[in-house]
């Protein structure tokens, strides 16, 4: 685990708005702040992602405070913040050139919402060529209703995002596994 | 429609293996091949994305049978064949070169498996600012177990996927659409 990133992705304000209806994980931030702190504690390397939303109607767009870092995770002065306007932290940002300085070490890959800004993150990254783990209580889903209507609950949107993803892109795991002392 | 560019993804022999298990849209291919011959007969930009494994295991894997495209939709002489090595037909390879040279025109991406390289290959066009539309009868999708071992039907995936790349990465439609006289 010595050299892993921790990679948080969208831990803002903007995730507590009513907007994404329903969730799954309500202790996800909990388990994403146990990760942090055992990473400080370590003095291993932290990324924060934060979207900058160039959409007139998110509210993840700048100037608000749904822009904001969530306080539970926000990052401590001196550690670094990479903002995005995609889902995907690795486009438009200095996120690959700063891995590739490092020596493309592993990542370990946690946030919102896990089918969206955390999915295309973790795909983008293991076609990069990363090893990445994903701990499934780190991240958290929402409903999602489909094009003929029918409304997925937001734990049947978590289980299928994972599986589509284990072996794949990325190691599919808990917080308690990376956090066992090896 | 003048300008988009139609990018096949993975239309392969290796997609008639039965390691896939049960899939949905049996038509697929032969809606990718009315899309096909209405872009040939307009003599507009057609890209056969090619996936060349490098996983040993792999019927990807180039010098197998698997590799070879499938018939009804293969490249005729000139047409531009891609080779990719990962899910996303943007990595690795001169895809984004191209698209940039030809003004980043709207793409209209198809092909297999839905929940996998076409949808790796549609999040990152749109997150490199691609317009792109998804033609939802011109891909497919295979059942998925997931990792509590509930088994997941084909047009479950589908559905799930299609709705999850809705508005945030592309337009999803169909063939029928695409090909409508405007």
Redesign the interface.
Known sequence: MTDDVLILVDQQKAMDHPKWGPRNNPDAEKNIARLLTEWRSRQMPIVHVKHDSTRPDSPFRPGQEGNDFLPLTAPLPGETVVAKK???AF??TDLPARLEAMGRPPLVICGVLL??SV??TV??A???GFSVRLP?DACWSCD?????G?L?PAE??H??T???L?G??AK?TTVGEILRPS
């Open positions: 995609v889902h995907s486009i438009g089918a969206n999915e295309a795909r983008n293991a076609n990069l499934a999602k209703r489909d094009l003929r029918r997925w049947d949107v289980q299928l994972l599986a589509l284990e794949e892109y599919v």
